[in-house]
């Protein structure tokens, strides 16, 4: 990478910090977790299948030939897979614990049909967003299903650029990015005649190749226009700012309404990203300012897989066996939270930076000549 996107990687933190909230509302009886913002939340992950796609095309313009997309699809899964693999194992390890510990606490739901021997195998292999048989909710680590979505997303794009670069048809590559998102609402509208998206375990898949390719296509706009629109004024950048968060808030706040609408939402992200990349408005500004901002952008994908499990064992803490009633989370969510940023400052250095790929080491010429 020659350039990191400050401000969209501070606003990956704050809004897998949204997902948090909105996973754990469920156990909570505070309006302050309970309203329409955090419960319509989910949408967030939208925004990360979006930025990814904008990220990965800043990377990735041209992949020569199918050793190049291995390589491609080797260095993605050491960057995302390691983490996947450990949270869902730690889900497992909870399983266990929660039935050996059940004459002890008291368990709401001691067998999670969710959870089998079958979709343990359709989370190890990430194909737990595509309609498997059988298969009728998500399982064992929550939030893994958009992983899934996000590996589908890279086979597609990953071929694609291949094909691209090997039929000589670079200059058309927007038309074929932008046939992808044609193809993904078109199966969407063919399983609920609508442009719903908020799919999971079931056609997230589809979900995750919209966000991307839109990304894809938001990347490339930037790319062709970031010289002359940088020239714009800061006061302009900062009225376009500010409009496009307002949108964002208030399509996620009238979530039940804009649902059945969910491709606007690959708009409103569009719009946001590709303003936000260009960081020269009062917003971007402030949020660069904060130190503890920046972290939480570093941390944001172990924030958005550890969560999950630390709010059960949080749960079982205090609500279980403390016997604090739900209404305290309108405090103990700053308590959740806090852990849950610990614990993943731990596994971002730990697990993302431990198993990042590493290129090869070059020998010398010299040390070649001598063996």
Known sequence: MKHRFEVLDIFRGLFASLVFLFHLGPFANTPILNNLFVENSDMFVDFFFVLSGFVIA???????????????????????????FVMLLAFVGM????????????????????????TFFTSLFLVNSTP???VKDVSWN?????????????????SLVVYIHRSNQFRSRNAWYALMIVISLTALWSVSNSIQINYSFDYGFLRGILGFFTGVLCFNLFSNTHVRVREWSSALFSI????????????????????????????????????????????????????LLHKLGAYSYSIYMTHALLISLFN?????????PPEAYSYLFIFNFIIIYFVSAWTYKHIEMRFQYKSPKKVPEGEVARK
Request: a positive charge; proline letters at 5%.
């Open 95 to 118: 399983e266990v614990a929660k039935n050996l510990l059940n004459p002890y606490i008291k368990v709401n739901n001691l067998v999670n049909p969710a959870n089998n021997v079958y």
């Open 316 to 324: 079982v803490l205090f609500i279980r066996i403390l016997k604090f």
């Open 142 to 158: 929550i939030p893994s299903w958009s992983i899934s979505a996000e590996m589908m997303a890279y086979l597609v794009f990953g």
């Open 132 to 134: 498997v048989p059988g």
């Open 240 to 291: 376009v700012e500010v409009v496009s968060l307002a949108l964002i808030v208030l399509s996620i706040y009238n979530g039940e309404v804009m649902k059945p609408w969910g491709a606007v939402f690959e708009i409103l992200f569009f719009i946001c990203i590709y303003t936000f990349a260009f960081e020269k408005g009062i917003i971007s500004n402030a949020l660069k300012s904060v130190k």
């Open 58 to 84: 800043y990377s990735y313009q041209s992949l020569a030939d199918w050793a190049q997309f291995r390589l491609f699809l080797k260095k993605r899964v050491y960057r995302i897979y390691p983490l996947h």
